[in-house]
């Protein structure tokens, strides 16, 4: 097991730093994209972008976005982790994300969002451990990463519901991680089976057997396709075969936007192992 200290000792964990309340973000909207900024304590800064393929009544007010400091090793948040004794928290970028839906919001949209952070107090380095997690209701974090870009870091990803983000660095074996996607699609398909047209059901089960079989080959490209083509199929049959909509307040479950953008978390580690990470 590589230690998180030896790769990036500026995210060593800390354990003097007191949680602080969260504060609220400043948020607009233009079409179907919200923005937000906020300053935390510390000068650190953060600004978010949310962005929808589709969405109806999305304002500035149809979440409450929230953001605050945390403590790098308060083991409310650290147990959730996959593998806390290889996932922190980086004390430069402590912060905890929060986006609800607010009371009596009639937002609804299609297929997956993306969020994308951007902090100048995180520095983009080769082989970046920097990942973003997500959290449901207080659950397991889990690493949603589908993009991880410079200036100075912007990690993006994306689901088909919202609660608690975290940028944390992560220094599992690329492999572990991969396996952990994998078996993500393979449960969420078990999961919505009863939702998802049949024979639709069984295509994107074969083809993403296909995809881990071309990966434990070690055909990474090949692997990268077909989880993209796997993607692509639960697009074209949103709506009249995959539930594709999230509601509000509602029990609508989001079935196409959590398939994409669990795919396309996957397609990003996968690229990242064909990239040469550990």
């Known amino acids: 097991m590589r230690r998180i200290t030896a790769i990036v000792p500026l995210l060593s964990l800390c354990a003097s730093l007191l949680p602080a309340a969260q504060m609220p973000v400043t948020t607009q909207v233009s079409g179907n994209t919200l ?15 949310l962005a929808f393929e589709q969405a109806l009544g999305l ?40 986006i609800t839906p607010a ?4 937002l609804t949209f299609s297929g997956p969002y993306k969020l994308t952070l951007h902090t100048h107090a995180l520095t983009l380095v080769t082989n970046s451990p920097l990942r973003l997690f997500e959290s449901h209701a207080g659950g397991p974090f889990r690493d949603i990463t589908s993009s991880l870009d410079a200036g100075s870091v912007r990690p993006g990803g994306g689901d088909g519901a919202f609660s608690d983000f975290l940028v944390v ?24 089976s009863s939702s998802i047209n049949a024979s639709v059901l069984s295509d994107l089960q074969q083809r993403l057997s296909q995809a881990r079989v071309y990966y434990n080959q070690g055909l990474i490209p090949a692997a990268i396709n077909a989880v993209a083509d796997f993607s692509n199929q639960v697009r074209q049959q949103s709506g009249a075969n995959i539930p594709d ?22 397609k990003f580690s996968l690229t990242w192992k064909a990239n040469g990470a550990p």
């Open 169 to 192: 660095a992560d220094v599992r074996p690329t492999d572990q991680v991969i396996a952990g996607k994998f078996d993500a699609i393979s449960a969420l398909l078990s999961a919505n």
């Open 35 to 49: 923005t937000g900024s906020v300053s935390l304590p510390g000068g650190i800064d953060l600004d978010l972008t």
């Open 245 to 266: 909509v999230w509601q509000a307040n509602g029990s609508l479950v989001n079935v196409a936007g959590l398939l994409r953008s669990a795919a396309d978390t996957l």
């Open 59 to 98: 304002n500035a007010n149809s979440f409450s976005v929230t953001a605050g400091l945390v403590s790098p090793t308060d083991p409310t948040i650290v147990s959730r982790f996959p593998d806390p004794a290889s996932i922190a928290i980086p004390t430069a970028f402590p912060v905890l994300i929060q």
């Open 103 to 106: 009371a009596g919001t009639g």
